[in-house]
């Protein structure tokens, strides 16, 4: 994979404070709407905040990024800040000209991620990000940009061939033991899957493959940790993590299943969930998120904290 932009390499020499753009980003609503490079976790983001309306956000001038192709792809990551949202369902969006391409449901300090491949017509385009929907109180929601994208697939790469590679797999995990010699099932921690928390573990079949049962729960970071440091992650390669399990029992109004990443505790993705519920996470790893995450925790937010869940896959995959 080839980084056209990476938003970091931007803002590495930016100083922190007011954010007056780029050749490539530009703040909509300006100077009503304020742009600000902070400092969270020791990486440069960009928040915007003091928005003057829904439509306040980031312009993207493709024209200023040299040699666009058909097929490049346009990543952005980042998280919902400060602000109540009410009435009816918003959304991040990604618009040009023609309209919205593409949006991502939010509530209150949750993530989004939005990918959208280049059409030939839009390479000289202006895109624009906002939000989206209906409720008096949207523009006062800030949002975090942790990632600007834009990628091409390697020319080396076979065309047409799969070129993902599975980085680790749950099923796969010769570590993860689910029978005791006395007959017993229990849980240690393994090279890639670790303990958070006090919750009980046990290890299961389900199938031919190994499953993983977690319960006993009191606090909401009882859970399990993705390993990520130990997965020899490569910078400048892009993964995706998978997570399905399902709910066991009863679930408190309120409860979703959540993926945090560690250091942190930022959500990158997470789910509503109800009795019995099966449920998928998934979030691709920034550039960022590869230099500086340890690890990716599965656990719930607080309303959830005594809810058991079963962990029937974890994959991790290089795109």
Same mark, same amino acid.
């Given at each position: 994979?080839?980084?056209? +932009?990476?938003?970091?390499?931007?803002?590495?020499?930016?100083?922190?404070?007011?954010?007056?753009?780029?050749?490539?980003?530009?703040?909509?609503?300006?100077?009503?709407?304020?742009?600000?490079?902070?400092?969270?976790?020791?990486?440069?983001?960009?928040?915007?905040?003091?928005?003057?309306?829904?439509?306040?956000?980031?312009?993207?001038?493709?024209?200023?990024?040299?040699?666009?192709?058909?097929?490049?792809?346009?990543?952005?990551?980042?998280?919902?800040?400060?602000?109540?949202?009410?009435?009816?369902?918003?959304?991040?969006?990604?618009?040009?000209?023609?309209?919205?391409?593409?949006?991502?449901?939010?509530?209150?300090?949750?993530?989004?991620?939005?990918?959208?491949?280049?059409?030939?017509s839009?390479?000289?385009?202006t +895109?624009?990000?906002?939000?989206?929907?209906?409720?008096?109180?949207?523009?006062?929601?800030?949002?975090?940009?942790?990632?600007?994208?834009?990628?091409?697939?390697?020319?080396?790469?076979?065309?047409?061939?799969?070129?993902?590679?599975?980085?680790?797999?749950?099923?796969?995990?010769?570590?993860?033991?689910?029978m005791?010699?006395?007959g017993?099932?229990? +849980?240690?921690?393994?090279?890639?899957?670790?303990?958070?928390?006090?919750?009980?573990?046990?290890?299961?079949?389900?199938?031919?493959?190994?499953?993983?049962?977690?319960?006993?729960?009191?606090?909401?970071?009882d859970?399990?940790?993705?390993?990520l440091?130990?997965?020899?992650?490569?910078?400048?390669?892009?993964?995706?993590?998978t997570?399905?399990?399902?709910?066991?029992?009863?679930?408190?109004?309120?409860?979703?299943?959540?993926?945090?990443?560690?250091?942190?505790?930022?959500?990158?993705?997470?789910?509503?969930?109800?009795?019995?519920?099966?449920?998928?996470?998934?979030?691709?790893?920034?550039?960022?998120?590869?230099?500086?995450?340890?690890?990716?925790?599965?656990?719930?937010?607080?309303?959830?904290?005594?809810?058991?869940? +079963?962990?029937?896959?974890?994959?991790?995959?290089?795109?």
């Amino acid at each position: 994979m080839l980084i056209l +932009f990476d938003s970091q390499e931007m803002l590495e020499n930016a100083k922190l404070g007011e954010f007056n753009g780029s050749g490539f980003i530009s703040v909509i609503r300006a100077p009503h709407t304020m742009a600000k490079v902070e400092l969270v976790e020791d990486v440069k983001t960009l928040l915007l905040t003091e928005r003057a309306d829904r439509s306040s956000g980031i312009y993207m001038h493709l024209r200023e990024i040299p040699n666009l192709q058909e097929g490049d792809r346009l990543t952005i990551t980042g998280r919902v800040g400060d602000g109540v949202i009410v009435g009816s369902s918003w959304s991040i969006a990604l618009l040009a000209s023609g309209g919205v391409q593409l949006s991502h449901s939010i509530a209150p300090d949750s993530v989004f991620a939005l990918s959208h491949l280049l059409e030939a017509s839009e390479l000289d385009k202006t +895109f624009l990000m906002h939000t989206i929907g209906w409720g008096v109180q949207a523009p006062l929601m800030d949002f975090y940009i942790d990632s600007i994208l834009i990628t091409r697939r390697d020319i080396a790469e076979d065309e047409g061939a799969d070129t993902r590679t599975t980085v680790y797999s749950l099923v796969d995990d010769p570590n993860l033991q689910w029978m005791n010699a006395d007959g017993s099932s229990s +849980f240690e921690n393994t090279l890639y899957v670790l303990r958070s928390g006090e919750p009980s573990l046990s290890v299961f079949k389900r199938g031919s493959s190994n499953a993983i049962f977690v319960t006993n729960r009191a606090k909401d970071f009882d859970g399990i940790d993705i390993n990520l440091a130990r997965l020899d992650l490569r910078v400048g390669n892009q993964y995706k993590v998978t997570v399905s399990g399902r709910v066991d029992g009863d679930v408190p109004e309120g409860s979703e299943i959540t993926m945090q990443g560690i250091p942190g505790y930022n959500w990158r993705s997470n789910m509503k969930i109800h009795k019995d519920m099966e449920f998928t996470l998934v979030h691709t790893l920034t550039q960022s998120e590869v230099e500086r995450l340890k690890a990716l925790r599965i656990t719930t937010n607080a309303q959830g904290a005594s809810v058991s869940f +079963f962990i029937y896959s974890i994959d991790v995959v290089r795109l």
